[in-house]
């Protein structure tokens, strides 16, 4: 009895120490959420003027020290959890797409590989797409259209604007003390543009040219100009011509006249004829122009041969003109017309082109569609997003007048509705903005504002005509899980209910049970003016993504101003204006402006670039096999070096578990802080830092899932440990440079001074 009582303490004492040895190999659970970092200050914003979304569908994976790998993905609100989970683990989160990158490191929003001895309710982690980065306030640009030639003899408008900036605050009348445009560019320079691309990584903006009746084409007058200004934020450089896609490349963009075949005046306000370009408009010349989320490529549609061009930037910047088209959008098979796009939108890495069915020959409402098609560019395939008949009730184009739908597009102007006040609605699908979630807002404008003028003449006549467009505002509501879209409906959008209470006069503000949008009422209640009409989208749209705002060109902006054009900004949740702001205002006859009559053209926030930072961390390889284990302790107090050309830009050391980052708060080069763009760099660590008593681990061993993120990176190079990188464009943030020390002797292929290459 005595033995065995013995051997059961001994065996309980045993076990005891055996757990006491190991207190963080405890059944616990890992929880968190992920979201988009839109800001770039590595923590999740919610607040009445800026939210942050969570994201949906994110893989998480948990790899335990002991037990099976688990994973797991974030649910619609952007929350997961493990529950069971043995600890310590590493939580690696997988980024959903090529275009987005991990948001800058924060105590609250760490990266995407992760290390919990003890559960957690807070493993929470940020990514961000760069080109969705934005300050608070940019400027805004916005191209306006004149009456007139510009070149010829005698012209009084060579030096009238031709593209205006402003500022994001810009309220009230522009020319009446409200706030006052910027000219960046005169019509001489670059006549009538319509889209407009901001790089923000070479600080350049880029317009594309617009065939529109009574305005002018700019210098060449092919109709197929692409021009940039350099620094328009700061020094604005002189406009200049990047590449001509007809007399560069021989790409046909239609029968283009010239000014003066086309008889523009050189008197801005006198009237001209212009009578060929009535049927050519949406048919000829370009639309709309997009940058690609990593800023390398411009994207242009030829409204001609219905194509969008890919432009590599670098090589149209340096010199070399060249435009390659994508494969042709999927044939959507129109009834009694043609398919015509026009817009062009970005979300994460993947383009999306706006497309009518224009039910231009002899078709009607019931042929008209308006459809959006995404490009895969993986699989250079597009796919249909959206598409839907246009067959809703609008809101009165003109008060007073009759009420109508949206009608297919007409070459001939006895066959619009309404010759008088001429009225004759036609969709163009003008641009697509995304907003933070993803969902889609459209302007749908009237090609009727690119036919007619402001009391100007009517096609092959003298009569003094204003044409009235009636282009709206759409909303769409995109799934956070299906990813599906979904166009609003009797003035909702998903979650979001229109705050308009219109009275179902079909006149007026919008909104539920107005007749004036698709089920009945208009998400965007406020697309209207107190006096006069009821559908004022003119232009292009522009958002900065969380702010909850849409800026949109409307004609008439303030209420009880006439033939007028300028910005409104539109609150996203409810459909309701929060800011208005006219740019120009003119009623003389004829007039040299265009009111009514889409006056001005794309909307640009020029955003500064996002912030980049790269590092991650420096541990203990205790197993000596080059990969991050959960059990494996970071190293603090390690300094690590940065060099560029081999001068020193940058130091920091390591901390919170070995982590060291570089970014604008500790790297300076010739007076400027923060890490340069596609700059080799020299991450070192030298050999009188090492941890006492250890060496350099084995590099790039990698292993399943997402190799890079967990293993070690550094060569040894005249015996320090380096890593050779290249950085990449703005925020486009790298936090895999791992460098991980281990007790066993440095193996050979290391010991050879063959350094390891990040890119």
């Keep these: 009895m005595i033995m065995k009582s013995s051997t059961l303490f001994f065996l309980a004492l045993l076990f005891n120490l055996a757990v006491l040895c190991l207190p963080t190999n405890l059944a616990g659970q890992i929880s968190g959420t992920v979201f988009r970092d839109l800001n770039a200050n590595g923590q999740k914003d919610n607040s009445s003027t800026f939210n942050e979304p969570f994201v949906a569908n994110v893989t998480v994976t948990a790899y335990p020290v002991t037990g099976s790998v688990q994973t797991t993905t974030t649910d619609a609100s952007g929350a997961y959890s493990f529950a069971g989970l043995v600890l310590p683990a590493r939580i690696e989160f997988s980024l959903p797409n090529a275009a987005v990158y991990t948001a800058p490191f924060s105590p609250t929003s760490t990266t995407s590989v992760q290390f919990y001895s003890a559960p957690t309710t807070a493993a929470n982690f940020g990514f961000q797409n760069p080109a969705h980065f934005s300050q608070p306030n940019p400027d805004l640009l916005t191209p306006k259209f004149l009456n007139g030639d510009p070149f010829a003899p005698g012209n009084d408008l060579a030096n009238d604007p031709a593209l205006f900036r402003f500022p994001n605050t810009a309220m009230g009348n522009a020319q009446s003390g409200g706030t006052p445009t910027t000219t960046l560019a005169t019509q001489s320079q670059i006549g009538s543009t319509w889209g407009v691309a901001w790089d923000r990584k070479r600080n350049k903006v880029f317009l594309s040219a617009h065939y529109k009746r009574h305005a002018p084409l700019g210098p060449g007058e092919t109709g197929g100009q692409i021009f940039y200004i350099d620094d328009p934020v700061g020094s604005p450089g002189t406009p200049a011509l990047l590449m001509d896609l007809v007399a560069d490349l021989g790409i046909s963009v239609g029968t283009i006249e010239t000014n003066a075949t086309r008889q523009l005046s050189p008197t801005k306000g006198n009237a001209s004829p212009d009578n060929n370009a009535f049927a050519a408009v949406g048919k000829v010349s370009l639309g709309d122009m997009d940058i690609s989320d990593d800023g390398e490529f411009l994207y242009v549609v030829n409204l001609h041969d219905r194509k969008v061009y890919q432009i590599n930037i670098a090589q149209a910047v340096g010199g070399t003109p060249n435009a390659v088209a994508l494969p042709d959008f999927t044939d959507p098979n129109c009834a009694n017309g043609i398919a015509r796009p026009w817009g062009l939108g970005f979300w994460d890495g993947e383009l999306y082109l706006g497309i009518v069915c224009s039910a231009e020959s002899g078709g009607n409402t019931s042929d008209l569609n308006l459809i959006i098609q995404r490009f895969n560019f993986a699989s250079s395939t597009w796919s249909t997003v959206l598409d839907v008949v246009p067959d809703w009730e609008k809101g009165d184009i003109i008060f007073g007048g009759a009420k109508y739908k949206w009608q297919g597009w007409r070459d001939d102007f006895n066959q619009y509705i309404d010759t008088g006040w001429p009225v004759h609605p036609q969709p163009v699908i003008g641009d697509i903005e995304f907003d933070a979630e993803g969902s889609m807002h459209l302007a749908v404008l009237d090609r009727l504002g690119f036919q007619t003028g402001h009391r100007n003449f009517r096609p092959f006549s003298t009569q003094l005509i204003t044409g009235v467009t009636g282009g709206e505002l759409l909303r769409t509501y995109k799934d956070p899980v299906t990813g599906m879209f979904t166009l609003e409906n009797n003035a909702v959008a998903g979650p979001y209910v229109s705050g308009g209470t219109g009275n179902n006069s079909q006149t007026g503000q919008g909104g539920p049970n107005t007749l004036q949008g698709p089920g009945g009422g208009e998400f965007y209640a406020d697309d209207h003016t107190t006096t006069n009409h009821s559908e004022t989208t003119n232009g292009g749209l522009s958002i900065i993504k969380g702010s909850q705002r849409l800026s949109s060109v409307q004609m008439d902006p303030i209420d009880g101003q006439v033939d007028a054009s300028g910005?409104?900004?539109?609150?996203?949740?409810?459909?309701?204006?929060?800011?208005?702001?006219?740019?120009?205002?003119?009623?003389?006859?004829?007039?040299?402006?265009?009111?009514?009559?889409?006056?001005?053209?794309?909307?640009?926030?020029?955003?500064?670039?996002?912030?980049?930072?790269?590092?991650?961390?420096?541990?203990?390889?205790?197993?000596?096999?080059?990969?991050?284990?959960?059990?494996?302790?970071?190293?603090?107090?390690?300094?690590?070096?940065?060099?560029?050309?081999?001068?020193?830009?940058?130091?920091?050391?390591?901390?919170?578990?070995?982590?060291?980052?570089?970014?604008?708060?500790?790297?300076?080069?010739?007076?400027?802080?923060?890490?340069?763009?596609?700059?080799?760099?020299?991450?070192?660590?030298?050999?009188?830092?090492?941890?006492?008593?250890?060496?350099?681990?084995?590099?790039?061993?990698?292993?399943?899932?997402?190799?890079?993120?967990?293993?070690?990176?550094?060569?040894?190079?005249?015996?320090?440990?380096?890593?050779?990188?290249?950085?990449?464009?703005?925020?486009?943030?790298?936090?895999?440079?791992?460098?991980?020390?281990?007790?066993?002797?440095?193996?050979?292929?290391?010991?050879?001074?063959?350094?390891?290459?990040?890119?």
């Design 567 to 759: 910005v409104v900004w539109f609150n996203t949740a409810n459909g309701l204006e929060t800011q208005e702001y006219q740019i120009f205002f003119n009623a003389s006859t004829p007039s040299p402006d265009f009111s009514k009559q889409n006056g001005l053209g794309d909307l640009e926030f020029l955003s500064d670039p996002a912030p980049l930072e790269i590092g991650n961390r420096i541990w203990t390889d205790t197993d000596n096999d080059g990969i991050q284990d959960a059990d494996e302790a970071g190293i603090d107090g390690i300094v690590v070096k940065l060099f560029k050309n081999g001068t020193q830009v940058g130091q920091t050391t390591t901390a919170n578990g070995g982590q060291w980052y570089f970014n604008a708060s500790n790297v300076t080069m010739n007076g400027a802080a923060g890490l340069e763009y596609d700059m080799d760099y020299i991450i070192r660590v030298e050999s009188g830092d090492f941890p006492s008593g250890l060496n350099l681990t084995t590099a790039n061993v990698g292993g399943p899932g997402q190799p890079d993120v967990r293993d070690s990176d550094a060569a040894l190079v005249s015996g320090n440990a380096e890593i050779a990188y290249t950085t990449g464009g703005p925020g486009e943030n790298d936090h895999t440079l791992d460098i991980g020390f281990a007790a066993a002797a440095c193996p050979p292929v290391q010991c050879s001074g063959v350094s390891v290459t990040k890119n």
